[in-house]
């Protein structure tokens, strides 16, 4: 194992990494005391390599390490990535690709749905992982051992568990399965962090909900606190307190003190007269540019609860069949969106999912398929009609 800790280690590192078909790759971060991630670790593994690099290392750039990520010719190998790829595009604007991630893999591979990767090791290679340093402080330094022993195994088990799952997928024909799910995870508006969003965290309460332009001003004056700053958003303004900034819309740094319920130095805070503009500015956003936040309209199931029932017993047929995960398959609201119109826009009825379920979906909808009972067990019967 190679602890890399300087500018050159890392390009000598990744140069001779760039030449492999595949690498693993984990993180080790913290994000209890900041907003954004603390990297403090990451682990990466080749066929003979494994290397812990230090992120936090004063002499280090980690230039060469995204290169890397974004070499077209190296398959990167993650297991349930997302919150990884959020630091690596964040702070390094870059998003690995291409991109296998053992997660989604293993839904497709039958295990159970969101499976951990402590239960992949110990199924597709028998080892048993060490835990015990799972919640160490990272950031800490210097690092003791059974810390670098423990991030090590994360990526070196994880070379095997790749192996194994793509053998599955290439037997089975599948690799295509994993394609829309790894779109998903690739797409940079995955991550995008746009504060005139922020609103969408919270709660509508009921006098919240007839001030939604303060709420959005003043929700987004915090994310951008929170962001500039680098700190919790809790930290910056508890979700209490903008409730009621939003129901007493105060305009000036002289109201906002005078707020029952506000922290005494309210007005003196960080970007103070900031969040009296936002509130100035949420006030004059007409109630017709504020976003629709009636729910969706739900499917019209009245009368189709039955027909919901049997699709559920369809999909768990046809997880056992074909061996993969329900929820990569369909989930409970598309069932109900395919019982009200077949031309439904879920992707259960489309691609694969349309080959191995959607087709019956419908057969089953139509009249043309039945779900009967056969020797004890719960079978299709396809119905001439």
């Given at each position: 194992m190679q602890?890399?800790?300087t500018t050159s280690e890392l390009a000598s590192l990744c140069d001779a990494?760039?030449?492999?078909?595949?690498?693993?790759?984990d993180t080790e971060f913290m994000r209890d005391?900041?907003?954004?991630?603390?990297?403090?670790?990451?682990?990466?593994?080749?066929?003979?390599?494994?290397a812990i690099i230090d992120p936090l290392a004063p002499e280090i750039d980690l230039t060469p390490f995204y290169e890397l990520m974004r070499n077209s010719d190296v398959l990167k190998v993650i297991h349930a990535g997302r919150q990884d790829i959020e630091i690596f595009f964040h702070q390094g604007e870059t998003i690995p690709a291409p991109l296998f991630d053992t997660q989604i893999a293993a839904m497709a591979c039958g295990f159970s749905d969101s499976?951990?990767?402590e239960t992949l090791v110990g199924d597709l290679t028998?080892?048993?992982l060490d835990k015990s340093s799972r919640f160490s402080d990272w950031s800490r330094r210097p690092l003791k051992e059974h810390q670098?022993?423990?991030?090590?195994g994360d990526v070196t088990y994880l070379r095997d568990v790749f192996r194994a799952l793509h053998k599955k997928l290439k037997a089975n024909d599948r690799e295509s399965w994993l394609d829309e799910e790894i779109g998903d995870l690739t797409d940079p508006e995955t991550y995008a962090m746009d504060p005139g969003l922020a609103w969408k965290r919270l709660k509508l309460r009921g006098p919240v909900r007839k001030s939604l332009g303060v709420l959005i001003e003043v929700a987004a004056w915090r994310e951008h606190q929170a962001q500039t700053r680098d700190v919790p958003r809790n930290r910056v303004m508890k979700d209490d307190l903008i409730y009621e900034i939003v129901t007493q819309k105060p305009t000036s740094l002289e109201a906002l003190e005078d707020m029952r319920f506000a922290q005494k130095g309210l007005s003196r805070m960080p970007g103070a007269k900031d969040l009296v503009a936002?509130?100035?500015?949420?006030?004059?956003?007409?109630?017709?540019?504020?976003?629709?936040?009636?729910?969706?309209?739900?499917p019209k199931t009245k009368g189709n609860g039955a027909l919901v029932e049997l699709l559920k017993v369809l999909l768990k047929l046809t997880s056992e069949q074909y061996?993969?995960?329900?929820?990569?398959?369909?989930?409970?609201?598309?069932?109900?969106?395919?019982a009200t119109d077949d031309q439904s826009d879920v992707k259960a009825l489309s691609g694969w999912r349309r080959d191995i379920f959607g087709e019956k979906a419908l057969e089953l909808k139509d009249g043309k398929l039945a779900i009967a009972i056969k020797k004890g067990k719960v079978r299709t019967v396809a119905i001439k009609t």
């Open positions: 602890m890399i800790t990494l760039s030449q492999e078909q595949f690498v693993t790759i005391k900041t907003f954004w991630p603390k990297l403090c670790l990451i682990q990466i593994a080749g066929d003979d390599v494994v499976v951990g990767y028998g080892n048993k670098l022993k423990y991030a090590a936002a509130v100035k500015r949420g006030t004059k956003i007409p109630k017709s540019d504020w976003p629709d936040i009636r729910p969706p309209t739900p061996d993969v995960a329900q929820k990569l398959i369909a989930n409970v609201s598309d069932l109900e969106k395919i």
